[in-house]
């Protein structure tokens, strides 16, 4: 059997498997990645080919060797065996304690199975009891503290399940299924160890649970960590490896991984909004904003992944494109945290910052650990100069996932707006540990620097430094090293950096306040130097301009040719007919 048809098999078998055990959004998954599996040609009929319009640009875009199979051929991938059903031991009960759970009755599910013994019934009982003491626990929050308050509130229902569970896995009684289920419990009541070592038995012997690998991604905060699991050959270890990477800020490694994956997946959806997002984090806008163009050309009624889109559409100050992404999203689901985060951005463009906040709140509450949110509302509260609420946001964020990187960044711009630097130079410091090639970050820690409390220009000169190596898009970093060098005295090194800032400035076909600065220092230097004719060239520039710089270039001339002749000045203006 090949590759393709291997995996297509497997997936169709979880989809039941994770359908039947009400794992909905792992069933979801599953089944988008079955419809991305390329159709072998001799197949290929006008009801199964919908697929095969654009997303192959896509693939070819990214895909610079063309793959025929997943695994790698490097890799020996063993078959996981398909689990035996226990259906003839649940029967009715288990029908109805299932209809109930659809019907979000967990309670009612959990107690129609309260004598049954088989795994599947187990677990489903301790997956609805879970689920109610998660609903009970949003419920108390909003009662005692709001929708947003930070809140005491707790699950109760983990100590009896972390009881019961446990007892379950040293009898041996448990199937992945409720592995993956303790594990939860275990992150939950914050023993990350064995939630581990648990999620990766429950991988391990049932790789189709994309839940499962989302809450063992979670654990992986470091790669020492990933390193140190103990995972089986199978290709859904590449899908989590490839997210992990992405989290870790590994993306040359996570685009890698997803390119590799779309020789058998050649029309995921979901690999190519990973491999945007991937993108996105390396600032590729415009290649990102190719991609979820034909993303919602092919999906439409897409609501996921799209408030990355929005970022993009922000940032590139598309006014109407974003404009028509909100309209778009609101006819879709206008109650997704993803559709008010972009809405949020919308009016956030428009200049109107409460009405964004209020869309950023609408967010989180539909989900509380909604990180965009919290961390684009910070934003909009440093627009509005309500520091004490955009630290609280950051902060808000950072609990979430401590490696949000704008969210540091964030904190380091609210405690600077607020006259402390040395707590804005911790936050940025965090800030570029977490996203190193952001010139953006560099340029913030360097201007900290500078700042008349901490006044260190030699630190700041090496923070100026990376971010000119990280494609400084601001064109902040080079003119900044050429006055800070002027500053202290270095004119060689001030030298070398105007000329590199003139150099960038031609290529990009402007002219400011920089470009006079730049000719002015360089001419005045290549005087000093007695290097004339590459000053009279500068000076030749600087009589392009109608202000002081034109009487500074005369000036200049002038000493130049006394210097070069030992006679008296003369008139220069031959020199600029």
């Known amino acids: 059997m090949s590759s393709k048809e291997s995996c297509r098999t497997e997936l169709r078998t979880a989809i039941r498997q994770l359908s039947d055990r009400c794992l909905y959004s792992a069933s979801k998954w599953a089944a988008e990645q079955l419809i991305g599996i390329e159709q072998d040609q001799a197949k290929f009929t006008p009801s199964n080919t919908r697929f095969q319009r654009g997303s192959s640009s896509i693939r070819r875009r990214f895909c610079t060797n063309e793959i025929t199979s997943t695994p790698p051929t490097d890799v020996a991938y063993v078959s996981t065996p398909v689990m035996e059903e226990d259906d003839a031991i649940h029967g009715d009960f288990y029908l109805l304690a299932k209809s109930y759970f659809d019907c979000r009755e967990y309670r009612r599910a959990a107690h129609v199975l309260r004598n049954q013994t088989g795994k599947k019934s187990v677990f489903l009982r301790c997956y609805a009891l879970y689920l109610a003491g998660e609903k009970r626990k949003e419920e108390e929050m909003i009662e005692l503290d709001g929708p947003l308050g930070k809140s005491d509130a707790i699950n109760r229902e983990l100590v009896s399940l972390e009881r019961e569970l446990s007892t379950l896995c040293k009898n041996n009684m448990i199937d992945p299924f409720g592995l993956y289920l303790y594990g939860l419990v275990l992150k939950e009541k914050g023993n990350e160890n064995l939630a581990c070592k648990i999620l990766v038995e429950s991988v391990n012997s049932y790789p189709w649970n994309w839940s499962a690998w989302s809450e063992l991604q979670s654990l992986c905060t470091t790669l020492d960590i990933l390193n140190g699991l103990n995972l089986s050959n199978h290709w859904m270890k590449e899908f989590f490896l490839a997210s992990v990477y992405q989290e870790l800020r590994m993306h040359n490694e996570s685009l890698s991984k997803y390119e590799n994956l779309q020789g058998t997946f050649t029309f995921s959806n979901y690999i190519q909004a990973q491999i945007a997002k991937a993108q996105y984090s390396i600032r590729e806008f415009d ?247 590459e000053a009279e060239v500068y000076c030749t520039r600087l009589l392009d301009y109608t202000g002081p710089e034109r009487e500074t270039a005369k000036s200049l001339l002038r000493g130049m040719r006394i210097a070069q002749s030992g006679f008296p000045s003369m008139d220069v203006e031959h020199f600029h007919p």
């Open 287 to 533: 290649q990102v904003e190719v991609i979820f163009e034909d993303l919602l050309r092919n999906d439409p009624y897409r609501v996921e992944d799209m408030d990355t889109y929005s970022n993009v559409l922000y940032t590139k100050e598309y006014f109407s494109a974003l404009s028509y992404l909100a309209h778009r999203v609101i006819m879709t689901d206008k109650y997704r945290p993803e559709s008010c985060c972009i809405i949020g951005n919308y009016y956030s463009l428009k200049g109107q910052h409460e009405k964004s906040v209020m869309y950023f709140r609408r967010a989180l509450k539909l989900n509380k650990k909604y990180l965009s949110a919290w961390t684009l509302m910070g934003h909009e509260y440093v627009e509005m100069k309500n520091t004490p609420a955009a630290v609280d946001a950051y902060r808000r964020a950072v609990d979430i996932n401590p490696r949000d990187y704008r969210a540091w960044y964030g904190l380091g711009q609210a405690y600077e707006m607020m006259g402390m630097p040395h707590y804005a130079l911790h936050y940025f410091q965090k800030s570029v540990f977490f996203q190193p090639i952001d010139s953006r970050l560099w340029i913030a820690m360097a201007q900290c620097y500078e700042s008349e409390q901490l006044h260190m220009l030699e630190e700041a000169i090496k923070c100026y430094k990376r971010a000119a190596n990280c494609n400084d898009t601001e064109a902040i970093a080079l003119h900044r090293l050429a006055e800070l060098h002027r500053k202290l005295g270095h004119p060689e090194e001030a030298a070398f950096y105007y000329k590199k800032d003139l150099e960038r400035m031609e290529a990009e076909e402007r002219e400011g306040p920089n470009t006079v600065e730049a000719l002015t220092f360089l001419a005045t230097h290549y005087k000093t130097q007695k290097r004339f004719e």
